[in-house]
């Protein structure tokens, strides 16, 4: 078992940056890959990024905005968020799996509790 708790959530501004932090513990955690997801009320859980090593892979609607990246050393892994949107209002969860990473969110094995963001215009 992998578990995982998410912080950093909050309430900010349109053009505002937040990082959240997942940390981890259970199993090793540099054998996992990391990802980020997020849901919306009333929507699915989306894919926003994932990383295995050093380099991350984005969805289009965050690309040059957020930033993921891991400490194995902390068992953390973050995701710097930048000109946030009100759209990127939501439920912001952390998730693991075994290699290779996937996008779609029930192919991801451990997840956390979630921790909401929300941007006002």
Do not use: H
Not at 16 to 44: H, I, V
Not at 52 to 72: H, L, M, P, Q
Not at 92 to 118: E, K, M, S
């Amino acid at each position: 078992q992998v578990q995982l708790v998410e912080s950093g959530g909050g309430l900010v501004q349109a053009g505002d940056s937040l990082r959240l932090s997942c940390a981890a513990s259970g199993r090793t955690f540099s054998n996992y890959a990391m990802g980020w997801f997020r849901q919306a009320p009333g929507k699915e859980r989306e894919f926003v990024a994932a990383i295995v090593w050093s380099e991350g892979t984005y969805a289009d609607s965050v690309k040059g905005r957020f930033t993921i990246s891991r400490d194995n050393a902390k068992n953390t892994v973050y995701l710097q968020m930048g000109f946030l949107k009100p759209e990127d209002t939501a439920a912001y969860y952390c998730a693991a799996r075994r290699t290779p990473i996937v996008t779609i969110w029930r192919n991801w094995t451990f997840w956390g509790q979630g921790t909401q963001v929300t941007v006002s215009s």
